[in-house]
Nanobody
C-alpha cells in the first residue's frame, strides 16, 4: 500500500483560492488518483480524478472550471481550487486506486484503496 499525506488546506473567503497537495510514499505516476471531499452530515464525494492513461481528468459538475487536478512528479498530486464557494467547505482527501485498476467516473469510495488523513478547507461568505 501507499501512504498519502495531504497538505494545503485552510480558511479563505469566498472567491479565494487554495492549492492542496498530496504526497505519496511511493510512485503513483501510473496510478489512478483522486480527490474526495466530505462535508459535515454529507456523504463523501469524488471531486476530481486523474487517470495515467492519456492524461485524462474527471471532475464533479459543481467544480468544473474552478478546480484542476494535476501531477507534480511521480509522488505528488495537486488540486488547484479557484473561485471557492462556501459550499466547497469540507474535509478533502487524497486517494489512489490499486495499481492496474482504472475505475470509471463517477467514483465510489470502494474504487480507491489508499487514503490520506484529509485536510480541512473552510470557505467563508
Amino acid at each position: 500500500q501507499v501512504q498519502l499525506v495531504e497538505s494545503g488546506g485552510g480558511s479563505v473567503q469566498a472567491g479565494g483560492s487554495l492549492r492542496l497537495s498530496c504526497s505519496a510514499s511511493a510512485s503513483i505516476y501510473n496510478t489512478y488518483v483522486a480527490w474526495f471531499r466530505q462535508a459535515p452530515g454529507k456523504e463523501r464525494e469524488g471531486v476530481a480524478a486523474a487517470s495515467a492513461a492519456r492524461g485524462a481528468t474527471f471532475y464533479v459538475d459543481s467544480v468544473k472550471g474552478r478546480f484542476t487536478i494535476s501531477r507534480a512528479g511521480n509522488k505528488v498530486i495537486d488540486l488547484q481550487m479557484n473561485s471557492l464557494k462556501p459550499e466547497d467547505t469540507a474535509m478533502y482527501y487524497c486517494a489512489a486506486a490499486p495499481p492496474g485498476r482504472w475505475p470509471p467516473w463517477p467514483l465510489r469510495e470502494t474504487d480507491l484503496r489508499d487514503w490520506g488523513q484529509g485536510t480541512q478547507v473552510t470557505v467563508s461568505a
